[in-house]
């Protein structure tokens, strides 16, 4: 079984991750095993902290950190990583379903990688309808059903069945070609 991926893209503070909680939330009742990958464009953001024990060791030359706890596992990868579209993906091998929120450059016109484009104007639609490629859905705050664009708006927060069964039904034959 292959994975499939799609993308969340949106300005910010348009409500990219409350789509997502709302999409992940939906298709992990419906039993998919999913991954969901966020882009954050802070250049010094760490997910460390100076002083902890994976922090030191990083600053002994450690290039990946593991850490293990009653409830998780993180990995800590060190260096600057420009993955592509593929190698980000291949992180995400064994899941259903990856969702990947941001990532605008990498997946806008990425055939491959369907896009939930969240909207919060009628200026922000219509720019998206130039920049990305293939558009599965609209949504946000902004409702595009009175532009008569071609594409569905779905409000994630109200109808996340109906951005789910979306989903769901255009991945459903990239899940089921041979990896």
């Known amino acids: 079984m292959k994975t499939a991926a799609v993308a969340v893209v ?16 939906e298709l992990a009742k419906r039993g998919y095993s999913i991954a969901a990958v966020k882009h954050i464009s802070e250049q010094d953001f760490t997910i460390d902290t100076k ?15 593991i850490s293990i706890a009653a409830n998780e596992i993180a990995t800590i990868e060190k ?8 190698q980000l993906l291949e992180r995400c091998k064994g899941h259903d379903l990856v969702f990947l ?23 922000e639609a219509l720019e998206a309808q130039k920049t990305y490629d293939p558009i599965l859905s609209f949504t946000g705050p902004y409702s595009t059903r ?17 951005l789910a069964d979306l989903v769901e039904n255009t991945t459903k034959k990239e899940r089921t070609s041979p990896a």
């Open 10 to 25: 949106g300005s910010k503070r348009s409500g990219k991750t409350t789509t997502l909680e709302a999409l992940i939330r």
């Open 101 to 123: 929120e941001g990532f605008k450059k990498l997946v806008s016109k990425e055939k491959t990688i369907p896009k939930i484009v969240v909207v919060k104007s009628a200026e």
């Open 51 to 65: 002083g902890k024990d994976t922090w030191r060791y990083a600053q002994a030359g450690a290039s990946k950190i």
């Open 146 to 162: 009175n532009l008569k664009l071609n594409l569905p708006y779905v409000d994630a927060l109200k109808d996340p069945e109906k």
């Open 79 to 86: 260096g600057s990583k420009n993955l592509s579209l593929e």
